[in-house]
């Protein structure tokens, strides 16, 4: 194709600005396989951000590739006025992946779109209008969405917003209150508590805050409220083990309905559950999906109630390539190449591996202040000393990030701050590669305290 420079040239004259790219020198990216990429020189990168938390099975994965090659040939598109076997026999499959009452799928095209629609449902069938959200979520990029996006880089000086109400994030290691025994992870943050078992004061603090913004942000009846059980974009933050469970039933008090934004959470990449929202020990009313769902190919889903699902049925509500014969048989290939690649326990062994393993450079290295997460999410926050958990000035950072780039291995980035390493792999992942990727992190922070003396 065109050389390089060419690229990049096209790139800046005729693709939009806000479409920003990754490193001082971006990639240019010709093929992948399974958990590698390879660029267009045939340099091979170990890609531990999976086009951002969206490869779960694998790049280019032999089943699903050869699912949407014999589909392909065979009917693409009909829209939903017909019937097609595909869509009929997914729904099935995937609802039975769900808990009981959640067994009503209407499928989408993106994570933004899905989430859309579950706020749209949500105040249909409650007849209320706020939602709430955790100050740090990201829930899409949509002008109704970024109402409940709570990151100020995606904030635009254009009116969104209006019925969403922010409240507290129970970040245990950022946050005002946390200790060494508040979340379900296999490192816990190097803060202290006296809590004694079973008790968790950080949780009844933050469970305050979140009355307080009851109490004081929203009417007394509300549509909802919407977390991801792990934070994705703002650095893998998990919550206090408890807290979803009392938000939820603070919430449906209310009258609200309770939304798990499962976009980057499910199908199995906590490694213990296939559904973050299982970690809680709760049961949504809706859940939304995304990602992982098609493995790359753009596909999402809203799975709800037949009560709330009816919401919507008083009207039309039509969707044109949302659960598409091709889209349909590529989510089946998905959802069989997780179970029978044994990819959920995978996530849950490579992951646990990677953490401890990471929480090794934590100990030895000052400016790595918290390493958290479940399964094959993971984030690594990034500090100028533990005391003081300020963030590590950006330039650090990139620095860090450009050299793991440089030795081969593709991480992202998040947090408030963009302070966070953002580890979400294809679930394909071994131990070998993790004892690569854990070396190059390491040699990159030895390297940066190099600079540093």
């Known amino acids: ?137 990201y829930h899409g990029g949509s002008p109704y969405t970024l109402g409940l996006t709570s990151i100020g880089l995606y904030k635009h000086g254009v009116a969104n917003g209006f019925g969403c109400s922010t409240t507290m994030l129970p970040d245990v290691f950022r946050g005002p209150w946390g200790g060494s025994h508040c979340r379900d992870s296999p490192v816990q943050t190097v803060r202290k508590c006296s809590c004694s078992e079973g008790v968790c004061q950080a949780n009844d603090q933050y469970i305050e805050q979140f009355k307080d913004t009851l109490n004081t942000s929203v009417p007394k009846t509300i549509a909802g409220f919407i977390a991801e059980p792990i934070q994705g974009v703002n650095g893998a933050v998990q919550y206090p083990r408890n807290f979803l469970k009392e938000a939820y039933q603070l919430v449906r008090e209310r009258g609200g309905v309770c939304i798990s934004d499962e976009v980057q959470t499910g199908f199995g990449r906590t490694g ?54 091709l889209a349909c048989v590529v989510g089946t290939a998905v959802l069989d190449a997780i179970e029978e690649d044994g990819l959920q326990k995978n996530s849950e062994d490579v992951g646990t591996y990677m953490l401890l393993e990471l929480a090794k450079l934590r100990d030895k290295f000052e400016i790595v202040g918290d390493v958290r997460g479940k399964g094959l999410m993971i984030g690594v926050e990034m500090v100028t000393d533990k005391d003081s958990r300020q963030p590590l000035p950006a330039e650090e950072i990139s620095q860090i990030w450009e050299d793991c780039k440089d030795m081969g291995v593709l991480i992202g980035r998040g947090g408030l701050y963009s302070q966070t390493f953002r580890i979400k792999p294809p679930m394909c992942i071994t131990k070998k590669d993790v004892d690569f990727a854990v070396e190059v992190f390491h040699t990159a922070l030895q390297r940066h305290a190099e600079r540093a003396a």
């Open 1 to 137: 194709s065109y050389p390089y420079e060419c690229m990049l040239k096209i790139r800046e004259q005729n693709i939009s600005p806000s479409l920003r790219l990754y490193y001082k020198k971006p990639l240019l990216l010709h093929q992948g396989h399974m958990q590698w990429l390879f660029d267009y020189e045939g340099k091979r990168y170990l890609d531990l951000f999976a086009g951002i938390v969206t490869v779960s099975v694998g790049h280019c994965h032999p089943k699903v590739t050869m699912a949407t090659q014999k589909q392909l040939a065979c009917l693409w598109h009909t829209t939903n006025i017909y019937m097609h076997p595909s869509i009929q026999e997914y729904a099935e499959k995937l609802t039975s992946l769900l808990p009981d009452p959640l067994k009503v799928v209407y499928l989408t095209n993106s994570g933004s779109e899905a989430n859309d629609l579950a706020m749209f449902m949500a105040r249909l069938y409650t007849r209320n209008f706020d939602i709430i959200s955790f100050r740090g979520a």
């Open 272 to 325: 213990s559950h296939f559904w973050g929202f299982q970690t809680h020990d709760v049961v949504p009313d809706i859940v939304t999906l995304a990602k992982g769902i098609g493995n790359g190919f753009p596909m999402a889903a809203v799975v709800t109630t037949k009560e709330i699902a009816s919401s919507l049925a008083q009207n039309l509500h039509f969707n044109t390539f949302g659960g598409s014969p």
